[in-house]
Nanobody, 115 residues
Framework: VQLQASGGGLVQAGGSLRLSCAAF????????MGWYRQTPGEQRKLVAR???????NYADSVKDRFTISRDNAKNTVYLQMNNLRPEDTAVYYC??????????WGQGTQVTVSS
């Protein structure tokens, strides 16, 4: 199983980025997908999650700015991030989860927002 995250980078405050996470080795449509982020010295925290049925939930800090979506035909989950803030700077990880299976994590992609 492999989750390949991409799309991170350096952006100015107020800018946008779209993260992608391509999944290999799983039946993608059977998995709930999520994006988490982590800063040095902190625990990894949930940013957004999308279920197999397309239901979504978001951390309060990103509501109305970030949108998670999935394309089951491409085995890919996306995170559209708008109006980025310096406090959004972190390494972003995607994960895949379903009952009865291990939780799988991608390698992380760095997002840096300059003020």
């Amino acid at each position: 199983v492999q989750l390949q995250a991409s799309g991170g980078g350096l952006v100015q405050a107020g800018g946008s980025l779209r993260l992608s996470c391509a999944a290999f080795g799983i039946i993608f449509s059977d998995f709930n997908m999520g994006w988490y982020r982590q800063t040095p010295g902190e625990q990894r925290k949930l940013v957004a999650r999308i279920t197999t049925g397309g239901n979504t939930n978001y951390a309060d800090s990103v509501k109305d700015r970030f949108t998670i979506s999935r394309d089951n035909a491409k085995n890919t989950v996306y995170l559209q991030m708008n109006n980025l803030r310096p406090e959004d700077t972190a390494v972003y990880y995607c994960n895949a989860a379903r009952v009865g299976r291990p939780v799988y994590w991608g390698q992380g992609t760095q997002v840096t927002v300059s003020s």
